[in-house]
C-alpha cells in the first residue's frame, strides 16, 4: 500500500518491483541491473537501470547515501543505497507515480531531520569499577534501626554498633566482610547480612543470636 509522506503518495520499492515484474516478468528479458559508482570511507553512490530485452536502458536512477548517517546505514547502508537507486529507476519508468524519491530514502531523510542515532560508548572496566565502589547510600533512620544496632563482634571496633561506626569504616566492612567458610557461625552471619541491609538491601529475617551467659563456676 503507497505510503503518505507529507502529503505526498510514495509506493514502497517493494511494491513497484512486484508490479514491475506483474507486467514484465523475467523471462521475458526484462532487467534491474545495479551497480556501485563509487565508494568511499564514509558514503556510497549506486546506479540502478531497466533494461528492455535489447540490451537497452530505458530508465536510470541514481542513490547516495552516507555511512552511520541513520540508523538503518549503521549496518546497512549499501542495501539501503540500492533500494533508493532501484525505486528512483522505477519511478523513472512509470512505477510508483511521478515521485522519484522511494519510500525508504523519503523516510531516512526524514529521519536525519528528528532524530540522530549517536553510538553509544560502551562502558569501560574503570567506569565500572568507579560506579561498584562508589560510596553506598545510607537508607533512611526508620529503614536502618535493626542493623543500626547489630555489634561487632570481633577487630579493634568490637563492642560497636554498626550506627555508631563512622561511614568510611562502615563503608569498609559493607565491602570487605565476609563470613569466614571455615567456622559456621551464626553471628558471623548475622553481620553479613545487617551489613547488607545497611547497604539497602532486602535480606531474610535473621534471628538475633546473643552471647552465650557463662555461670559463675566456684572453685
Given amino acids: 500500500m503507497p505510503i503518505e509522506i507529507h502529503g505526498k503518495q510514495y509506493v514502497t520499492v517493494a511494491e513497484r518491483v512486484g508490479k514491475f515484474r ?41 542513490a547516495e547515501e552516507k555511512f552511520g548517517a541513520t540508523q538503518i546505514n549503521q549496518t546497512s547502508a549499501v542495501e539501503n543505497c540500492e533500494t533508493s537507486a532501484i525505486g528512483r529507476a522505477l519511478a523513472a519508468c512509470g512505477y510508483g507515480g511521478t515521485e522519484y524519491a522511494s519510500a525508504n530514502e523519503v523516510q531516512n531523510a526524514i529521519g536525519q531531520q528528528v532524530r540522530q542515532f ?40 568490637k563492642g560497636k554498633k554498626l ?30 547480612a545487617m551489613l ?3 547497604m539497602g538491601k532486602e535480606v531474610e529475617k535473621i534471628e538475633t543470636v546473643e552471647e552465650p551467659e557463662t555461670e559463675d563456676i566456684p572453685f
Avoid at 556501485?36 to 558514503?43: E, K, L, P, V, W
Avoid at 565502589?133 to 547489630?150: D, T, V
Wanted: glycine content about 6%; some cysteine; hydrophobic content about 30%.
Fill in 196 to 198: 547488607d541491609a545497611s
Fill in 118 to 157: 549517536p553510538k553509544v560508548p560502551s562502558e569501560s572496566a574503570k567506569q565500572r569499577e568507579r560506579v561498584s565502589n562508589a560510596p553506598k547510600q545510607m537508607p533512611h533512620a526508620e529503614e536502618r534501626e535493626e542493623w543500626h544496632e547489630c555489634e561487632l563482634h570481633f577487630g579493634k571496633n
Fill in 22 to 62: 506483474d507486467d514484465l516478468p523475467i523471462a521475458t528479458g526484462w532487467g534491474i541491473v545495479t551497480e556501485i559508482i563509487s565508494q568511499g570511507s564514509d558514503a556510497i553512490v549506486m546506479r540502478a537501470q531497466i533494461h528492455d530485452p535489447e540490451g537497452h536502458v530505458v530508465a536510470c536512477g541514481h
Fill in 163 to 192: 550506627g555508631e561506626l563512622s561511614e568510611l569504616s562502615l563503608q569498609w566492612y559493607q565491602n570487605n566482610y565476609e563470613p569466614s567458610a571455615e567456622y559456621d557461625n551464626p553471628r558471623d552471619k548475622q553481620l553479613r
